[in-house]
């Protein structure tokens, strides 16, 4: 992610995806049902929580969506 205007953030995790659009999608969608609040592209989610919804993305339904 580099859209902050002011950089603030640390890199926590990273995730290869063959269709990484997708992804993010489907990323987004799980973060808007947990997190504690949200603007915009950012939610106010846990790092263990981020990472295990992250780690619940497969290609196999990140083709899915695609197809």
Do not use: V
């Not at 999608?25 to 808007?32: D, F, G, N, P, S």
């Not at 592209?41 to 929580?49: G, R």
Request: hydrophobic share 25%; aromatic share 8%; net charge positive.
């Amino acid at each position: 992610q580099t859209s902050s205007p002011m950089r603030d953030y640390k890199l926590q995790y990273t995730k290869d995806f063959n269709d990484r659009r997708t992804a993010e999608l489907q990323a987004h969608e799980l973060c808007k049902q947990q997190a504690k609040e949200r603007k915009g592209e950012w939610f106010k989610i846990n790092k263990t929580k981020a990472i295990n919804l992250i780690e619940s993305i497969t290609e196999e339904q990140n083709e899915r969506e695609t197809a």
